[in-house]
């Protein structure tokens, strides 16, 4: 359905984040309405004690606009195939390729640096089991 919950194979990929993200300090914890995003970041936000924050996968460019206001955090947002490339987009300025719907090991990192004006880089690793 289109509120699924995580497969097997899902919940593991949601420890293997955990476990890629042990080390990095995480303030902010966002994911969409949907339960397999809400799984898929679980398990970080208990190894870290923190909360989950649901937004609007239907309004990308409020969420952008609010997630650019928030200056030095450090934040994880759980999203969807069809809208992490505008996330990204909105966030770096960069675009990414289209990402296939069965394609569920990416991790996008953005960082900004604050020195007369705002640089925005933007990294791509993969974790756990490689997707399909």
Do not use: C, E, W
């Amino acid at each position: 359905s289109s509120n699924s919950a995580l497969s097997s194979d899902g919940l593991k990929r949601a420890q293997d984040l955990k476990d890629t993200l042990t080390s990095r300090k995480i303030d902010l914890i966002y994911v969409s309405t949907f339960l397999r995003t809400q799984q898929t970041a679980q398990a970080t936000a208990t190894a870290k004690g923190l909360s989950l924050n649901i937004y609007s996968p239907d309004i990308t460019a409020g969420f952008i606009a609010r997630l650019k206001k928030m200056k030095r955090k450090k934040l994880l947002v759980v999203g969807h195939s069809d809208t992490v490339p505008d996330i990204l987009q909105g966030l770096s300025q960069q675009s990414v390729a289209p990402i296939p719907g069965n394609d569920f090991d990416n991790l996008y990192i953005i960082t900004v640096r604050h020195f007369f004006g705002a640089r925005r880089s933007l990294s791509h690793i993969t974790y756990g089991r490689p997707s399909p």
